[in-house]
């Protein structure tokens, strides 16, 4: 036991006792368990959410005004409307139909390259 206590002083490292060891394990163990009953609780709530504004969102769907559906079913409105857009809004000019794309592409490459002459 000496010889240790010897060996972690020569090599700059901290001594603790056993017992202040076998305490912070203990308290690893606790927040261990804490820390799944929490997850465990935060998945139940989040499938209860989903329960409840599922139907709210297919009110949404069909026309009525998020404020009043989030209002009755006292769920918060950025809830609903965030869950109402399927696809992300496209930026920027339109893509051109495939045959225009397939003319402008053999068209635009011989005016270019007259133009650059």
Not at 82 to 93: I, L, N, T, V
């Amino acid at each position: 036991m000496a010889q240790g206590a010897l060996t972690a002083a020569g090599a700059g490292e901290q001594v603790v006792p056993a017992s202040e060891l076998r305490a912070a394990h203990q308290q690893i163990r606790e927040l261990q368990g804490l820390l799944g009953k929490k997850t465990l609780e935060n998945e139940i709530l989040r499938e209860a959410l989903e329960r409840v504004t599922a139907p709210a969102r297919d009110l949404v769907a069909g026309g009525r005004p998020v404020s009043a559906v989030a209002a009755t079913l006292g769920v918060s409105r950025p809830h609903l409307s965030s869950r109402q857009r399927s696809a992300p809004r496209r930026r920027g000019r339109p893509p051109l139909p495939d045959a225009a794309r397939a003319t402008c592409a053999s068209g635009c490459v011989t005016s270019q390259a007259s133009i650059r002459r």
